[in-house]
């Protein structure tokens, strides 16, 4: 994965985090897609990589 200084990521969502995008959406969203990657097939360990990438952003996306 390419390292990144959040920048691209807090200008991309600085809109609907000021519409109150919160972390308890994120959460939300990652159910859903931990729900996907399942249904699709993809094996627990790549699941968790994805995940674990998410995760790492969170701050970025929330401009926290």
Do not use: N
């Not at 729900?35 to 360990?45: F, K, M, Q």
């Amino acid at each position: 994965p390419s390292q990144r200084s959040g920048i691209e990521l807090r200008a991309a969502h600085s809109k609907v985090v000021d519409a109150g995008l919160t972390r308890r959406h994120l959460e939300a969203f990652g159910s859903h897609l931990r729900a996907a990657l399942a249904d699709v097939g993809i094996e627990e360990p790549l699941t968790r990589e994805i995940m674990a990438g998410i995760e790492r952003v969170e701050g970025d996306v929330l401009g926290v």
